[in-house]
């Protein structure tokens, strides 16, 4: 499988995620919890179908829930392209 791809959305939201955590939690942790969704990035890239196919939208694009977040995902080209990371609570269906 070829490595994963982060969109510029997605690379914003996990930066603003960061931001957020460093200012709630701290570094060590806004660290850690970064690194987590790096991990979880790779998981996907390694099984993608392991994510649900949300067709709510259209085009439909795959979700993968990892802790407090959801992370959006298409196949292309048999590469995974993260399109956003949004917290679960965010009403995506207006995103897409």
Known sequence: MPPPRISPAAQQDIDEIYLYG?????PTQ?????????????????HPFMG?????VRPPIRLWHH????????????TVVVQRVLHHSADWTELF
């Open 67 to 78: 802790e407090a977040h959801h992370l959006f995902y298409d196949l292309i080209d048999g």
């Open 52 to 56: 649900r196919e949300r067709d709510e």
């Open 22 to 26: 460093v200012l709630t939690y701290g």
């Open 30 to 46: 806004a660290d850690s919890y970064t690194n987590s969704l790096r991990g979880a990035v790779l998981l996907i890239a390694e």
